[in-house]
């Protein structure tokens, strides 16, 4: 078992608005004692497909093929099944999670959640219809993480009565079927390859070896759908909640990279064996001729938004402190050597986390793109988008976002824009995006757009309470640097100096 970080043997809290990627509470003793487990390298998984039909092509070609595919992505869904807390005696009682729904179904409650609030039922309904109607003919879905509402220890045993650590796994347990069960009903059969989030976990930090292991048959038949072959995502999963699979008939490698320990201190052990696996299933990518798909929660960079909440009135930085990056500064540097190594490999890098649509460019030839959440909480609409990718290549060349407008609260998400058709780009998305970051200084139509695109339509300029602070003209070169500016120091001096 691990030891714990040096934060959680001084019982420090992390929420919200003191650092954004541990926002989940500590709430109980007997939990946050708990151990975490060991992680360890392993080998990949190769999965069978059979429609999966796209990516027999060259990879080497450079030109975008009339023979376009579409994936859909979504993420941070933060099911919250304590919105109706009249229910919580008849979920805890049901002895099947399959049950829930109709329990749900009884709520007076049929509104969607509002900004400041995680999802409910209603929102939850509403996000996997419009998914469904927006898969296509997609073979594929990625889900980038957290999968549970936040601070979920504290509001269970608020109503439970105790704090029973034991009936909190087996609540925490039933919401992941539950969930899984509600997307797997609302995609068919297509596979749902994904990355663990620091709230999939029972107590919203970091997923635990316990979690892990109770989860794993459920995001294997849930999520992959049987699809990878079992023992091999078993092995790695349970050490350290990452997989690979490749989609038999495409020059494809998925991996679901765990980047929840990256944001911690005193986590070199699972750090290290991580990145092994991860350059050994690069180089593998490489000497195979295959194209990687890399999906994370936790992206690198900086951590925007505990920026902006420590800035001065002018917007400067001066509050040097570990909390204005998401992930510890050598372990970043670790992984971009690893990176480094495979330039060209690596089609697509997916991030979540921050529930904002955003990019960062992680090394010249390596972009980062981040999906906005379904979960209102810190101050989005609800929203998800619809990639299109060159087929000979598996380079994204566009995308779509579809949004709930919890302004106008229509009966389903609606298209909101699309990135060739907004910013009037066309060819390989990692170049525009990586064209455009000068132009979001330059060109104030375009900023303009990013900025609105930025809380996926919700223009707030009053802060509520919990959310993200929205963008403003003094804040703007808070966002912007972290964009490109990676490294903290060097994040901190654009800035300042912008």
């Known amino acids: 078992m691990m030891a714990k970080s040096k934060a959680e043997a001084k019982g420090e809290k992390m929420t919200t608005e003191d650092k954004h990627h541990n926002d989940e509470q500590k709430t109980s003793s007997a939990v946050t004692r708990r151990e975490f487990i060991k992680y360890s390298a392993g080998t990949a998984a190769c999965i069978s497909l059979g429609a999966f039909s796209f990516g027999c092509g060259s990879s080497s070609s450079s030109a975008i093929t009339p023979n376009n595919f579409k994936a859909l992505v979504f993420s941070d869904l933060h099911f919250n099944p304590f919105y109706d807390t009249t229910l919580f005696p008849q979920l805890v009682a049901a002895t099947d999670p399959s049950d829930w729904e109709a329990i749900f179904k009884t709520s007076k409650t049929t509104a969607p959640s509002l900004w400041g609030t995680d999802t409910n039922y209603p929102l939850l309904v509403l996000a996997l219809s419009s998914i469904k109607q927006n898969l296509g003919a997609s073979s594929l879905i990625m889900y980038t993480g957290d999968l549970l509402g936040h601070n979920m220890p504290k509001l269970f045993f608020s109503l439970y009565g105790s704090e029973d650590a034991k009936a909190l796994e087996t609540f925490a347990n039933n919401t992941v079927a539950f969930v899984m069960g509600q997307i797997r009903a609302a995609v068919g059969n297509i596979p749902v390859m994904f990355a663990l989030g620091n709230s999939d976990s029972y107590v919203g930090i970091i997923p635990e070896s316990s979690f892990l292991s109770s989860n794993a048959d459920l995001f294997y038949t849930k999520f992959l759908n ?77 951590d925007i938004n505990a920026a902006a909440k420590n800035a001065d009135s002018n917007g400067h930085i001066t509050k040097i402190s570990p909390l204005l990056m998401m992930w510890q500064a050598a372990y970043q540097t670790s992984f971009m050597n690893v990176l480094s190594k495979y330039p060209g490999v690596i089609a697509l890098t997916l991030g979540a986390h921050t529930h904002m649509d955003e990019y960062r460019i992680m090394l010249p030839d390596s972009l980062l793109e981040i999906t906005p959440s379904i979960t209102p909480v810190f101050g989005n609409n609800p929203a998800f988008k619809v990639y299109t ?81 929205p963008i403003t003209n003094t804040n703007w070169p808070i966002f912007w640097c972290g964009i490109g500016k990676m490294g903290q120091q060097q994040y901190i001096d654009g800035v300042n100096s912008y």
């Open 226 to 302: 049987g699809s990878v072959d079992q023992q091999e995502f078993l092995s790695t999963f349970k050490s350290g909640g990452y997989y690979s699979a490749e989609p038999t008939g495409t020059n494809l490698m998925v991996i679901g990279f765990n980047s929840v320990p990256f944001a911690y201190p005193d986590m070199e052990t699972a750090v290290n064996a991580e990145l092994a696996w991860l350059d050994s299933k690069l180089a593998t990518a490489k000497a195979s001729g295959k194209k990687v798909w890399l999906l994370m929660h936790i992206p690198p960079g900086a």
């Open 389 to 469: 990718f060159a087929q000979d290549t598996l380079k994204p060349v566009d995308y779509s976002v579809l949004n709930y407008d919890l302004a106008s609260m229509p009966g389903q998400f609606n298209a909101y824009y699309t990135f060739s058709t907004a910013y009037s780009m066309q060819g390989y998305l990692n170049d525009s995006l990586t064209q455009l970051t000068p132009a979001l200084v330059t060109n104030s139509a375009q900023q303009a757009l990013y900025r609105g695109h930025y809380f996926s339509g919700h223009n707030y300029s009053i802060p509520i309470t919990g959310t993200n602070l």
